[in-house]
């Protein structure tokens, strides 16, 4: 369980700083999570996608915590994410983090369900069924979220002027 808390708690933390948006309630979360994994114990060691059981955790604990909050605090997001490449040079790092920043500005404006595809699906690399899981929805539902929440961000990043190049 420790081995396992240890190789994905970097995860848990995104996940709870990007739906909170506060270091510190992020941090408790991850807390409360690993007391949740101990004491469930052996339990625990059954759940067939452990993964997916300890991200719903996570989504709950952290609308729990914004509901006591009643406050959404925004985080940095050179705080959550830093693009960096040591094979380009300082300014076009420079610019790249700069065109990042603007999409998770555009990513943040964007309704509650299509954040949380986005960031399940593009930054956690999760499969549809797992965040079926997490969000406890029909995973056709999570097929017409994502494509719903790429459009709009594609709308989004064409509507700002933004300049993006895809690969």
């Known amino acids: ?73 925004y985080v940095n997001i050179e705080d959550a994410y830093s693009v960096s490449s040591k094979s380009i040079s300082p300014e076009a790092n420079a610019e790249l983090q700069d065109t990042m920043n603007q999409v998770h500005k555009l990513i943040n404006s964007m309704p509650e369900k299509y954040k949380t595809v986005i960031q399940l699906r593009e930054i956690e690399e999760m499969t549809y069924k797992e965040i079926a899981d997490i969000m406890n929805i029909e995973i ?18 064409e509507n700002s002027g933004l300049k993006w190049q895809s690969n």
């Open 1 to 73: 369980m420790i081995d396992f808390l240890e190789q994905h708690k970097d995860k848990f933390y995104r996940f709870a700083l990007r739906l909170t948006g506060n270091q510190y309630d992020a941090e408790d979360i991850v807390q409360e999570l690993a007391i949740k994994i101990w004491k469930k114990g052996e339990e625990f060691e059954q759940y067939e996608n452990q993964i997916a059981w300890c991200m719903s955790v996570v989504r709950n604990l952290s609308i729990d915590k914004l509901r006591s909050n009643k406050v959404r605090q």
């Open 140 to 157: 056709s539902k999570v097929k017409v979220n994502i494509f719903r929440a790429r459009k709009l961000l594609q709308n989004l990043i």
